[in-house]
């Protein structure tokens, strides 16, 4: 009596966690009965802790499905927070990479069967580990599981985890010196080559590099080695955007008129294993203050969009109340004022709404809908009375659609979007 696992997920080693990851079982068990049942146990993290068990019935054809993903995909969420503190994680500073906390989990599924009398001893174990994220259906089910094209193993591969398409093997990111974020990627090195990154900092006036660096991947800058067994550092997150590298270092600041700079994926022999990351300066004009809007998005990892002009709107509320009867039945003398409410709110909630309007490209336009997809979205401002200090709102996409102005002759588009914060106020 024996249980076999004839299909499971393709990327074990690391994929996403809110899609079907389906075990396929079988057993060479003879004369089956009504009682018997394949019997699965789901374990989380190295502690191994048991968080579900099922006993599931074979199907006509002497199998049963089991779907982890029903189980994992709330389990698994990208960081908010820096590792080890409690700051918000697009504002890393002083270190090349940050390496995540809570988007990264291992699960051990065990196998076993039931005959009806008793329950037998394992008979097989699958380990899987997974991070946020998650695939549209119309991909299909193999492409679904399958991370490969995140693993930095040819100059073909995507790698970094965006939703942002590259254009000739180069994800552009279009950018300014206030802009603030971080980009994930996977760091391990049983799936990727990459070892390090090589920085390239290019100016508007020659197409010559006026810094070059190169980054290794390492605790040191804030990660971990990609050897290293940690499964906290499976998925890392490159310190990458202007706003960021200026605390690190002054490359920018030093080079006021930088165009772009580059990061490219770097094997231990200096091959090149995914594609080039860019931040290209564009500078636009606006009335009202700028803000930058970030989403958790599809493939384990954050991305943005710079809106040039944001505008608090209007405060909504929303109120229940009960019915008070006017005057004391418990006083010798019945009476009431004429200023006594008879109406009053027990429970008494605002948010604030923003409505806000950028000037995108058509690739930045086609980002924009994994805005309206995601679960975790947050606006960045000023505080009140400060120039320096950012404050980052929890934010509901409160739109259905949004509206898309076109400028056929220079192929830019404006869209409007609102917002409401998820956060009351009283």
């Given at each position: 009596?024996?249980?076999?696992?004839?299909?499971?997920?393709?990327?074990?080693?690391?994929?996403?966690?809110?899609?079907?990851?389906?075990?396929?079982?079988?057993?060479?068990?003879?004369?089956?009965?009504?009682?018997?049942?394949?019997?699965?146990?789901?374990?989380?993290?190295?502690?191994?802790?048991?968080?579900?068990?099922?006993?599931i019935s074979r199907n006509p054809n002497n199998v049963a499905h089991f779907?982890?993903?029903?189980?994992?995909?709330?389990?698994?969420?990208?960081?908010?927070?820096?590792?080890?503190?409690?700051?918000?994680?697009?504002?890393?500073?002083?270190?090349?990479?940050?390496?995540?906390?809570?988007?990264?989990?291992?699960?051990?599924?065990?196998?076993?069967?039931?005959?009806?009398?008793?329950?037998?001893?394992?008979?097989?174990?699958?380990?899987?580990?997974?991070?946020?994220?998650?695939?549209?259906?119309?991909?299909?089910?193999?492409?679904?599981?399958s991370m490969a094209d995140f693993y930095g193993t040819a100059i073909s591969k995507k790698y970094w985890m965006t939703d942002r398409e590259p254009v000739d093997n180069k994800i552009t990111v279009y950018c300014n010196n206030n802009t603030m974020g971080v980009m994930a990627f996977i760091n391990r090195s049983s799936v990727s080559d990459v070892t390090k990154f090589e920085f390239t900092l290019?100016?508007?006036?020659?197409?010559?590099?006026?810094?070059?660096?190169?980054?290794?991947?390492?605790?040191?800058?804030?990660?971990?080695?990609?050897?290293?067994?940690?499964?906290?550092?499976?998925?890392?997150?490159?310190?990458?955007?202007?706003?960021?590298?200026e605390t690190t270092n002054q490359y920018l600041s030093d080079n006021p008129t930088w165009a772009y700079y580059e990061f490219k994926p770097l094997d231990a022999s200096n091959n090149q294993r995914g594609n080039i990351l860019r931040f290209e300066k564009q500078c636009v004009s606006y009335k009202n203050p700028q803000c930058q809007v970030f989403w958790a998005n599809t493939v384990g990892g954050w991305d943005s969009l710079e809106f040039n002009g944001l505008r608090k709107t209007t405060v909504s509320k929303q109120q229940k109340t009960y019915r008070k009867n006017l005057g004391s039945y418990g006083a010798a003398v019945y009476s009431y004022e004429d200023y006594d409410p008879e109406v009053i709110p027990f429970q008494n909630e605002s948010q604030y709404s923003y409505v806000c309007t950028g000037i995108f490209n058509k690739t930045e336009l086609d980002l924009l809908q994994y805005c309206f997809r995601s679960k975790k979205v947050y606006i960045r401002e000023l505080k009140k009375g400060s120039t320096t200090i950012y404050?980052?709102?929890?934010?509901?996409?409160?739109?259905?659609?949004?509206?898309?102005?076109?400028?056929?002759?220079?192929?830019?588009?404006?869209?409007?979007?609102?917002?409401?914060?998820?956060?009351?106020?009283?």
């Open positions: 009596m024996a249980v076999s696992v004839t299909q499971e997920p393709i990327s074990s080693s690391l994929t996403f966690g809110d899609q079907p990851l389906i075990y396929t079982m079988t057993s060479n068990t003879g004369g089956w009965n009504d009682a018997y049942r394949f019997v699965v146990t789901v374990k989380e993290s190295t502690a191994l802790t048991q968080i579900a068990k099922f006993y779907d982890l993903g029903q189980i994992t995909k709330s389990r698994v969420e990208v960081d908010t927070n820096q590792y080890g503190y409690n700051a918000f994680l697009q504002e890393s500073i002083d270190q090349w990479f940050m390496k995540s906390e809570t988007n990264v989990e291992k699960y051990t599924v065990e196998f076993a069967e039931y005959n009806g009398v008793s329950e037998g001893s394992t008979d097989v174990t699958k380990t899987i580990f997974l991070c946020d994220g998650k695939k549209a259906a119309l991909d299909g089910y193999e492409y679904r599981t290019v100016g508007s006036a020659s197409p010559q590099p006026l810094v070059t660096e190169t980054i290794d991947i390492s605790a040191g800058n804030g990660s971990q080695a990609p050897a290293a067994t940690t499964q906290a550092g499976f998925v890392s997150y490159l310190v990458g955007a202007p706003w960021n590298i404050r980052y709102i929890p934010i509901i996409v409160s739109t259905n659609g949004f509206q898309v102005i076109t400028d056929p002759a220079s192929k830019i588009y404006t869209a409007t979007l609102q917002f409401t914060s998820s956060q009351t106020i009283r």
